[in-house]
């Protein structure tokens, strides 16, 4: 057999998927075993002409079947990546935002009702505007204190003979924004009028220092004044406050706007709320929409790969009879979903029909239930996957003898269609 093939569909079709390795249990690899031991033991012997052409058909039929029966697998309700788990949390008022952390429907909280008193305010300081090109303190090294938290932090700076006011708080603001320390300075410059300013302003999650985020303090200075007394830095305009919002009527605090429930749940209060706020959880159709688009999407290259085959290849034809076999039941319950096949046999997804499967719970149906579209088709394509030189050209040899006991090969397909190849088993 020519390993060009393997090697080449090593780098071609090696697997991208978010989903994890499949059949890695000693269950599932027995059940494997299982089956190919029947296949080999009822089996005729067959001539095949292996050429590469047959390899490699017979190898992509393997591994898009796989991926096929894996993604369908996980599609079942019981899976917790399933996508037709996703949701995503929904508020019925602007004041309060919520967004899911987690896709996993076991960790999310109950759904409940938050009133936001009032929002969380972060400090400012504003400083005295002075002339921008008038200049500065006397020139020297001036170094201050910062107290933030129960952390304080003492720094240097140095002022230059030439510099005005707008370059030493130019300066000042990249110092300070460089240092991250929870304080964010931006500079209020009016080139009209020549004037020129430094604000600051408290980010992030911080404790209360005697009743402020922080607070700045002169240490030494060459002249008259310190540098944060000459640009009144250390003037309050907003005093921090905490947010306080009440959860199904209980009162709670935070220091910030932004808050964690459950580890899986943010909220983001962007104003005082007017009435009990709803948050709960609704079918992510976003998601949904885009793992069905993915199904589609590997089908339809399935039925591509497989169409193309039959040129050349009349045996592979019984694959699309079998798939068509296989959606003829569900039709009409596929297309209230949304999903539908055109005659050559590829899948089409209309987002709106799905959507509102989803919200009315309807898209479930489709893949639970060992009779349901997902499950028979699943089945499907496990059958393609555990035996493909059943569907490549090739002419019976000798029949097996059934009045005698039959030999079991259980690797006899693994000569042809790679049982290993990829991590299969």
């Known amino acids: 057999?020519?390993?060009?093939?393997?090697?080449?569909?090593?780098?071609?079709?090696?697997?991208?998927?978010?989903?994890?390795?499949?059949?890695?249990?000693?269950?599932?690899?027995?059940?494997?075993?299982?089956?190919?031991?029947?296949?080999?033991?009822?089996?005729?012997?067959?001539?095949?002409?292996?050429?590469?052409?047959?390899?490699?058909?017979?190898?992509?039929?393997?591994?898009?079947?796989?991926?096929?029966?894996?993604?369908?697998?996980?599609?079942?309700?019981?899976?917790?990546?399933?996508?037709?788990?996703?949701?995503?949390?929904?508020?019925?008022?602007?004041?309060?935002?919520?967004?899911?952390?987690?896709?996993?429907?076991?960790?999310?909280?109950?759904?409940?009702?938050?009133?936001?008193?009032?929002?969380?305010?972060?400090?400012?300081?504003?400083?005295?505007?002075?002339?921008?090109?008038?200049?500065?303190?006397?020139?020297?090294?001036?170094?201050?204190?910062?107290?933030?938290?129960?952390?304080?932090?003492?720094?240097?700076?140095?002022?230059?003979?030439?510099?005005?006011?707008?370059?030493?708080?130019?300066?000042?603001?990249?110092?300070?924004?460089?240092?991250?320390?929870?304080?964010?300075?931006?500079?209020?410059?009016?080139?009209?009028?020549?004037?020129?300013?430094?604000?600051?302003?408290?980010?992030?999650?911080?404790?209360?220092?005697?009743?402020?985020?922080?607070?700045l303090r002169d240490l030494s200075y060459p002249g008259m004044s310190g540098i944060i007394e000459y640009y009144d830095l250390n003037h309050v305009t907003q005093r921090p406050s905490n947010a306080s919002f009440l959860v199904n009527g209980t009162p709670q605090t935070a220091t910030s706007n932004e808050v964690l429930v459950n580890k899986t749940l943010s909220l983001a209060f962007h104003e005082a709320s007017q009435k009990p706020v709803f948050v709960h959880f609704v079918p992510d159709t976003a998601l949904i929409n885009q793992g069905m688009d993915e199904l589609a999407d590997q089908y339809n290259q399935f039925v591509g790969m497989v169409s193309t085959e039959t040129t050349n290849n009349p045996a592979a034809g019984r694959i699309l009879n079998i798939l068509h076999a296989t959606i003829q039941p569900h039709k009409n319950q596929l297309e209230s979903a949304g999903i539908t096949f055109d005659e050559e046999g590829y899948m089409h997804t209309d987002h709106f029909l799905t959507e509102q499967a989803a919200v009315d719970q309807d898209l479930f149906s489709l893949f639970e239930g060992s009779t349901s579209f997902g499950a028979s088709l699943s089945r499907a394509f496990a059958a393609f996957s555990l035996n493909p030189m059943e569907y490549v050209d090739k002419k019976i040899v000798t029949y097996p003898n059934f009045s005698k006991p039959g030999f079991s090969n259980p690797y006899m397909t693994s000569a042809y269609s790679g049982l290993f190849f990829n991590s299969y088993c």
Request: hydrophobic share 35%; no cysteine; glycine share 4%.
């Open 1 to 215: 057999m020519d390993l060009s093939v393997y090697n080449h569909l090593m780098s071609a079709n090696l697997s991208t998927s978010r989903l994890k390795p499949a059949a890695h249990k000693s269950s599932e690899l027995r059940s494997i075993y299982n089956q190919i031991r029947k296949v080999s033991k009822d089996s005729p012997l067959y001539l095949i002409r292996l050429t590469d052409r047959t390899q490699n058909f017979a190898l992509s039929l393997k591994e898009s079947s796989l991926r096929l029966h894996q993604t369908l697998e996980s599609m079942e309700k019981k899976e917790p990546d399933s996508i037709l788990l996703y949701q995503k949390a929904q508020s019925d008022d602007a004041s309060v935002s919520a967004h899911l952390l987690s896709t996993n429907p076991d960790a999310l909280p109950e759904e409940f009702y938050i009133e936001v008193d009032q929002v969380a305010k972060p400090q400012k300081n504003s400083g005295y505007p002075l002339y921008a090109s008038s200049s500065g303190p006397n020139a020297g090294n001036y170094t201050f204190r910062l107290l933030t938290g129960n952390q304080q932090y003492d720094f240097r700076f140095p002022v230059g003979e030439k510099e005005n006011n707008l370059d030493i708080l130019t300066r000042m603001q990249q110092f300070i924004n460089q240092s991250h320390l929870g304080i964010q300075a931006s500079l209020d410059y009016q080139k009209g009028n020549d004037t020129v300013a430094l604000n600051l302003e408290s980010t992030g999650e911080q404790k209360v220092w005697d009743s402020l985020l922080f607070q």
